[in-house]
């Protein structure tokens, strides 16, 4: 399973991650979706959940899992998170226009002015919806 490559020591739900069927569009796409150990409800406000405490160990034979993470983020890996099906996205910042713009995925980390690469292993997630109250009504 690539995406639970355990050099990066993610965190996997209870029972191991199991293996989600894909859209056509998925398959299409090479996509591999695979259960998370995070868990969203509707409407139930959640901050702060830890969802494992795990560390990237120190280097065994000279191998070091760090470096690997730390290369991935210099090559700009990212994550792809599906919420009910759909694709989860980040807001960034057009730096010319200042306008705000929706890009699917997140990054694994990001590197400093130095270089130096930093590992995101926090997010905030906010998901929105709209609940068109009157097509209940007709029905």
Known sequence: MVDYEP????CVPPGGPKKQSESLGSILFGDR???????????????????????????VDGVSDGQFINEKIAESY???????????????????????????????????????PHLHTHYDIVVEYHVQTDAFERL
Not at 7 to 10: A, D, I, N, Q, S
Not at 37 to 54: Q, R
């Open 33 to 59: 979706i695979f259960s998370s150990a995070l868990s969203l409800k509707m409407l139930e406000n959640s901050t702060c959940n830890v969802l494992c405490t795990t560390s990237v160990p120190a280097a």
């Open 78 to 116: 990212s994550m792809n998170w599906l919420i009910d099906g759909l694709p989860a996205a980040r807001i960034h910042i057009d730096p010319q226009s200042g306008e705000q713009f929706y890009s699917v995925g997140f990054e694994l980390g990001i590197l400093d002015n130095d270089g130096t």
């Open 7 to 10: 050099r990066f020591h993610f």
